[in-house]
């Protein structure tokens, strides 16, 4: 391999080369400087990086204890560090971390001595906040309980009380009836307090006046019974062995007339229990005031044959019971066409087909 220029040096027992005299003082300072550039384009330099540790933390840095004496100086010996043996220590060295080392026993015993006093705190805060609301839920009900004990109480001790006492007897619905007499029969209740006047005690009272067919009560705070009643409606007067009797649709009697009433007609069907009765009762009910103020008399020998008989002289065939009130209205309109002075009989027994003659 050739050696550049200016590498070759002296040699131990070689003798360095011969540097010819030069002749030009220019070509000697140019073939220096050409040695120079050689010279410096060849050479490499190198240094070293500086690797910079990082700082240890504060918490795994553990100095190693001083060793004095003989043993210091052995102990640095060991660790191949004269120096380190002659001083005791090496500043900075690193001997353990925080969490390889062993905790202290008695600090493990203070922090977990802590934790047991705080827990038993907070249990007792627990405690203490789950009794109290236990507590105001208790007295919450109880005050609820003893509220409605206490309104009850009362209204229970106002009801029976003489305040409620039966003082007046109003009645509504009384035509036939006199009032008075409806008020007299409550005479044994005056001054019973009105939640002790039972269902029977009334029914008692109204049971002696036949002409309720139904009946209907009230309370009206402190002391006022009101009376509803509904009077049985007439529907003719029956010829019987004891006279003339008004009577309802269920045969019972309302009055007992000398003469048959003008507004009242007579029914002749074998009695108030037989079959034809209820059928022409049914009727007679079922008719408009304007035409059942024209009839005279109503028969029935059967329930499915019934007639009526006019004040004008006319008769009615009406049939059954069924359709009644078609046919009340089905015969209103042919006597407004034809009035009962001017035809012999009208048939409604077929409502849709009227026939009239």
């Known amino acids: 391999m050739k050696r550049p220029q200016g590498f070759d040096g002296p040699r131990p027992g070689r003798p360095g080369p011969v540097v010819p005299e030069s002749r030009d003082p220019r070509a000697d300072a140019a073939a220096d400087a050409g040695d120079a550039v050689t010279t410096v384009q060849d050479r490499v330099t190198t240094e070293p990086i500086a690797i910079v540790a990082a700082p240890e933390p504060e918490t795994a840095r553990v100095q190693a204890p001083t060793i004095a004496g003989p043993d210091r100086e052995r102990a640095g ?4 560090d004269p120096a380190a043996g002659a001083a005791g220590t090496r500043p900075g060295s690193v ?19 802590k934790a047991m006093r705080d827990r038993r705190r907070y249990e007792r805060e627990e405690v203490r906040r789950f009794t109290a609301r236990s507590r105001h839920r208790r007295f919450a ?40 007499e409806l008020q007299a029969a409550f005479a044994e209740d005056y001054g019973t307090p009105l939640p002790l006047i039972t269902s029977a ?68 069907a074998g009695g108030v229990a037989s079959k034809g009765f209820r059928a022409a009762a ?25 007639r009526l008989e006019l004040a004008g002289g006319a008769s009615v065939l009406w049939g059954s019971s069924e359709d009644s009130s078609t046919k009340a209205t089905v015969l209103a309109r042919m006597m407004a066409s034809a009035p009962p002075d001017t035809v012999s009989h009208y048939d409604v027994s077929a409502p849709m087909n009227p026939v009239t003659g």
């Open 282 to 306: 049914a009727v007679v009910r079922s008719l408009p005031p304007e035409v059942r103020g024209q009839v005279v008399r109503a028969t029935a020998e059967t329930v499915d044959d019934v």
């Open 95 to 113: 001997v353990g971390s925080a969490a390889g080392s062993d905790p202290d026993p008695k600090a493990a015993r203070r922090a977990h001595a």
């Open 141 to 180: 009900w109880l005050v609820g309980a003893g509220t409605v004990v206490v309104v009850s109480g009362g209204l229970v001790g106002a009801a029976y009380s003489p305040l409620m006492a039966l003082r007046e007897v109003r009645v509504e619905g009384a035509q036939r009836i006199p009032v008075g």
């Open 77 to 80: 010996r060991e660790r191949g």
């Open 201 to 268: 005690d009334v029914r008692s009272a109204l049971g002696e006046f036949p002409l309720i067919e139904t009946y209907s009560t009230e309370t009206v705070p402190p002391g006022t019974l009101v009376v509803r009643v509904v009077e049985r409606t007439p529907v003719g007067v029956v010829d019987t062995p004891r006279g003339l009797e008004l009577v309802d649709a269920a045969g019972v009697v309302i009055d007992r007339p000398e003469e048959r009433p003008a507004d009242q007609p007579l029914i002749d």
